[in-house]
């Protein structure tokens, strides 16, 4: 298994070799030359597995350069009870993302699958807990060590700290905007002890932080002397990680390989629905894959009409779905790659022309009407909406959701096709936005046993002005 760049301009490189790092030389992401393909019957000999061994299964035919028991015993230690046991006390901690049904609607079972009861409460923890097993084997085999810098608004930073605490090779510099997380969020980051994990809030909004990094990362000499890494959403390893749980899902929902589902996702980056578009492309039996965004509808307005429109960042709204207001979607150009065929040189045009004049039209192209082959549907959500829709499901089966996962179903109830069930992604729990919920509610957000009391944790975190050279010193004083 090679990957390639969507802009069709680098070389083919291995698993191992994408893998600490980030954009192709070209500026394109990484994408398998091709999609291995699943056969119903070979879907169907792995229900019963463990989330481990089904993530060995799919894992393994993307990185043929890792060995088979090195990847089982990878998998193994990531994907534990212990570690996903944050979840509701009905729900299976050893199905790790647990299929927890609401009701019929529209005759139709419509459940959540519940991702978020990893350490940090969001689904980015899927993936980042397996990257933080991936980033030390990796290292410990070529003798490196890496400094991964980051800025964060919230769930990305802890879910990196989080699986990166006390991994031997690596350090971790998070940069976030001083007291502008949710005191939980901050609590949850800055509480952290590990000598390997460094918070240094910043006297600047999140915008300044994300400049921050990139001024660091352009200085290609300061990043290569430094070792200076990343972690973001265009990540292969983010990616491929998040697969699994699709097949999980669909395992969990279904008897045998000759029924379909559908999945709903809440998205910003497109990096969840993009694992769920490589699913389907590997033969997962997925009817529909739902785009569900918040007022930053970029996504909805591309499914819609073929317009893809990058947001200015004075049009970029803050919500209460934070972690879906993005300006664009910066894992978007993986499936575009598809949808053209994967044409790397127009996608590299189209792209080219993302940043030069903020977009691109692709409703007359004959590609995009192609677009509903790949099972793509897409809708969006208000702050009312979520309002209601929280309302709605705790007043209907008592569930409490959060606003992200509220945007997902208010949207999946508009695309409910009898017979096939809907899945919609419990992308976080409620107690991470815990102000929104006593706001629909009128009550508190439920509390997991272990987060009782994070609030009152001694707390270890540096603040430090908006300015490159002080975090540059930093680093260089803390990486010796
Ligand atoms: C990151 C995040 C999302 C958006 O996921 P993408 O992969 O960027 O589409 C949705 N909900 C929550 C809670 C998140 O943390």
């Known amino acids: 298994m ?65 060995p088979e028991g090195d990847l089982r015993a990878l998998v193994r230690k990531t994907y534990t009870a212990a570690v996903y046991s944050n979840g509701r006390p009905e729900d299976k901690a050893s199905d790790i993302t647990p299929l927890h049904w609401l009701g019929e609607e529209s005759g139709t079972r419509i459940g959540l699958l519940s991702l978020s009861n990893g350490p940090t409460l969001a689904f980015k923890d899927m993936a980042m807990q397996l990257l933080g097993n991936l980033f030390e084997y990796a290292l410990q085999r070529a003798g490196q060590h890496l400094n991964i810098l980051g800025a964060t608004s919230g769930d990305t930073g802890s879910a990196a700290e989080y699986a990166m605490r006390g991994k031997a090779g690596v350090r971790v510099f998070m940069l976030s905007p001083k007291g502008k997380m949710s005191a939980f969020q901050s609590a949850q980051m800055y509480s952290l002890q590990d000598p390997n994990i460094f918070n240094l809030a910043v006297d600047g909004v999140f915008d300044d932080c994300q400049d921050i990094v990139k001024a660091v990362s352009n200085d290609l000499a300061y990043k290569a002397k430094h070792q200076i890494g990343t972690v973001n959403s265009i990540n292969w390893g983010r990616v491929l990680a998040q697969v699994v749980y699709y097949f999980q899902g669909y395992l969990l929902a279904t008897q045998s390989s000759s029924e379909k589902v559908s999945f709903t996702v809440p998205s910003g980056n497109f990096g969840n629905v993009c694992a769920g578009h ?89 590609a995009y009407a192609t677009m509903r082959q790949f099972g793509f549907t897409s809708g969006r959500s208000t702050h009312t909406d979520r309002l209601k829709t929280i309302r709605d499901i705790d007043g209907k089966y008592g569930v409490m959701i959060d606003t992200h996962t509220a945007d997902g179903v208010k949207v999946a109830r508009e695309y409910l096709q009898k017979d ?58 803390h990486v010796s």
């Open 2 to 66: 090679r990957y390639q760049s969507t802009r069709g301009n680098s070389p083919e490189q291995s698993f191992l070799e994408i893998l600490l790092g980030g954009l192709a030389p070209d500026g394109g992401l990484y994408l398998p030359v091709q999609y291995p393909k699943v056969t119903p019957a070979q879907l169907d000999s792995w229900r019963g597995l463990s989330y481990a061994d089904l993530a060995f299964e799919v894992l393994s035919l993307y990185c043929p350069d890792i």
């Open 278 to 366: 490589i699913a389907r492309m590997m033969g997962l039996p997925i009817e529909r894959l739902v785009v569900a965004t918040n007022e930053n509808d970029v996504l909805d307005e591309f499914f819609r009409t073929g317009i893809y429109r990058a947001r200015k960042s004075a049009e970029t709204l803050h919500t209460s779905s934070p972690s879906m207001d993005i300006s664009k979607a910066s894992n978007f150009e993986r499936f575009v790659f598809d949808l053209l065929a994967q044409d790397g040189k127009r996608t590299a045009a189209l792209f080219k022309q993302v940043e030069e004049t903020g977009g691109f039209d692709l409703s007359k192209d004959p």
């Open 420 to 477: 096939i069930p809907m899945l919609v992604l419990e992308t976080a729990l409620p107690i991470k936005f815990e102000e929104t919920i006593q706001e629909a509610l009128g009550r508190p957000a439920d509390c997991p046993p272990a987060f009782k009391d994070i609030k009152t944790l001694p707390q270890r975190v540096e603040s430090i002005p908006a300015d490159v050279g002080v975090v540059k010193q930093f680093i260089t004083q």
